[in-house]
């Protein structure tokens, strides 16, 4: 039996996505503005390939509102029976995004819609990213943005544990800073027991953003970073990146990213299998366009 699928999987510019496994269906959200004029679409799939999109997942806040601008880099946690959305947003347009903040809104329901819960990292910070350990603690990973009131450098990795979905410990740590712009942190186990950080860099808007991963035995590091790319531009896609994990039709475990055509007109999503290497680095052979077939 073979699984064929073709990139990109819907046809639309829609950064950042994310797929979640939840009732037996695969459920895509990303950074954009929805059909229905919400924000952070949602898409629901039964077999990764056919997607029909469902509503967007938040409205847009009241003038002042925490969540009046940008809603980027969307994930979703499944805890306890709820779905907990972490996003970017911000309360003004005219602050070269020093306003954005990591923020929380909450559904009984995958499809959503989802109620606002507010901020939850309250400095300059985007691209938050929640983990579940298998010992139950949960942990957040973002990025800090220009203007922090912290005087954390901007494009910077920290990890702080979640004393529950919606309250961090506040005892943030630097894990990866070497690079000038670091973003999209996402957290896996591997099948050596230990976790792999995998994270983008280049420029978003050009064919220099790419996938790339570190590797430590605790969820707070330290993480030593390897030379091996997961994703990087090809003959006809450009700029792979913002990436997520999610078990896929086979089982196994997938990659969902973004990626521009060569015209540089959107920026797409698509899927690809991943395998681990010998050393246990991620392996991708994408990013793949057209149809593929998966013995």
């Known amino acids: 039996m073979s699984l064929t699928w073709s990139n990109p999987i ?53 003038p002042g509102a925490w969540n009046r601008y940008n809603f980027w880099a969307p994930e979703i946690l499944h805890y306890q029976g709820q779905y907990w959305l972490y ?50 603690q949960l942990w957040l990973y973002y990025v800090t943005d220009h203007g922090s009131l912290r005087e954390y450098a901007p494009g910077k990795i ?20 070497r690079h000038g712009w670091q973003e999209g942190p996402v957290l896996w186990p591997d099948e050596r027991g230990r976790y792999r950080l ?31 790319i997961i994703l990087r531009s090809s003959a006809t896609v450009k700029g792979p990146g913002h990436h997520n ?3 896929g039709p086979d089982g196994a475990t997938w990659i969902v990213y973004h990626g521009w055509d060569l015209e540089m007109t959107g920026r797409k999503p698509r899927i690809d299998p991943i395998n681990a290497g010998p050393d246990g680095d991620l392996v991708c052979d994408g990013p793949s366009s057209g149809a593929v077939t998966l013995p």
């Open 158 to 177: 920290w990890v702080d544990r979640l004393l529950s979905p919606s309250q961090v410990a506040d005892e943030a740590k630097l894990i990866v800073e």
């Open 245 to 247: 994990f999610f078990t």
């Open 198 to 228: 995998t994270f983008s860099l280049g420029c978003w808007k050009d064919d220099s953003y790419h996938v790339a991963q570190a590797v430590a035995d605790r969820p707070d590091g330290p993480f030593v970073e390897s030379d091996s």
């Open 87 to 136: 996003y970017t947003a911000k309360p003004t347009n005219d602050d070269n995004n020093a306003g954005n903040r990591v923020g929380l809104a909450v559904s009984d329901s995958p499809a959503g819609p989802y109620q606002d819960c507010g901020v939850l990292v309250d400095h300059a910070s985007l691209d938050a990213s929640p983990f579940c350990d298998a010992d139950g």
């Open 10 to 62: 819907i046809d639309g510019n829609l950064a950042d996505p994310f797929i979640l496994n939840a009732d037996g269906r695969y459920w895509l959200i990303a950074t954009a503005v929805a059909a229905d004029g919400r924000y952070l679409p949602i898409y629901v799939s039964d077999n990764c390939q056919d997607w029909k999109f469902v509503r967007g997942a938040v409205e847009r806040g009241a």
